[in-house]
């Protein structure tokens, strides 16, 4: 290696040494002859500076600029002005299209009374639940209490099942929590176990919804008898105590005559 090396150092010196300027090695220096003498020239064929030449030595004159630059600077200025009133334009449009939501002073929600789709099918419900084998029946009851809730059109949240957001639509209203809970149990147990269900199963899945039933009827009974007090009242015409007509005043039927 060390051989190699040697070598290629002796190449390149070589190839230095072609390429380099010759060098004279037999010539004598030039230091050893005079100067040649230096011509003279007359004075009067020497060009006389002028006082416009030294007084704009060391002075920069700048060009004008070119045109097309010029030209082109305007146009760029010219786009950017007109995207810039296009993007204004296209905000300015968006802005007014948008839909505003007007917001009461006083937001409420309230429960809206028992829809009449919960009672409506009360009847098949318990028919549903009284046919067939007792798994395929109480699948069939809850998922027709299900299509009666959804019925409602409450809002549903979307990480709700649809069997959650029925025991929540219910669940908000007077009625027997723990009946329903039971019922919504017997339909998980029916519908993903693997165990045989018995008439027991059914006999109490028909006691929760008949419970159910029941609590919904004295729901809509009761919000019914307050619409209709709150229309009707006790009635414009109907005569209080003692009040001309009313039973047992002076000028009621059978008390004209008076007292005898």
């Given at each position: 290696m060390l051989a190699v090396g040697c070598?290629?150092?002796?190449m390149a010196a070589l190839v230095v040494a072609a390429v380099a300027r010759p060098v004279a090695l037999l010539a004598r220096p030039d230091a050893a002859l005079p100067p040649p003498p230096a011509p003279t020239v007359?004075?009067?064929?020497?060009?006389?500076?002028?006082?416009?030449?030294?007084?704009?030595?060391?002075?920069?004159?700048?060009?004008?600029p070119s045109p097309f630059l010029v030209a082109l600077?305007?146009?760029?200025?010219?786009?950017?002005?007109?995207?810039?009133?296009?993007?204004?334009?296209?905000?300015l449009i968006s802005l007014w299209r948008r839909?505003?939501?007007?917001?009461?002073?006083?937001?409420?929600?309230?429960?809206?009374?028992?829809?009449?789709?919960?009672?409506?099918?009360a009847e098949q419900r318990v028919t549903l639940l009284r046919t067939g084998a007792p798994r395929n029946a109480i699948v069939a009851a809850w998922l027709d209490l299900e299509t009666s809730v959804a019925a409602i059109g409450?809002?549903?949240?979307?990480?709700?099942?649809?069997?959650?957001?029925?025991?929540?639509?219910?669940?908000?209203?007077?009625?027997?929590?723990?009946?329903?809970g039971d019922l919504a149990a017997l339909y998980r147990e029916a519908r993903f176990s693997v165990h045989e269900l018995g008439e027991s199963h059914r006999e109490r899945a028909l006691l929760d919804l008949e419970t159910l039933h029941a609590d919904l009827t004295l729901i809509a009974e009761g919000a019914r008898?307050?619409?209709?007090?709150?229309?009707?009242?006790?009635?414009?015409?109907?005569?209080?105590?003692?009040?001309?007509?009313?039973?047992?005043?002076?000028?009621?039927?059978?008390?004209?005559g008076g007292a005898t």
């Open positions: 070598g290629i150092v002796v007359p004075q009067s064929l020497l060009p006389t500076p002028t006082a416009r030449s030294t007084a704009g030595e060391g002075q920069f004159t700048p060009s004008d600077v305007q146009i760029v200025l010219v786009l950017t002005a007109v995207i810039v009133l296009a993007v204004l334009i296209r905000i839909p505003r939501i007007t917001l009461h002073e006083d937001p409420s929600f309230q429960i809206p009374d028992v829809p009449v789709e919960l009672l409506r099918t409450l809002p549903r949240d979307p990480a709700e099942t649809s069997t959650e957001f029925t025991g929540r639509v219910i669940g908000t209203l007077e009625v027997d929590r723990l009946r329903l008898m307050a619409r209709a007090a709150s229309d009707g009242g006790a009635g414009p015409h109907a005569p209080g105590p003692g009040a001309p007509g009313a039973p047992g005043s002076p000028g009621a039927p059978g008390n004209r």
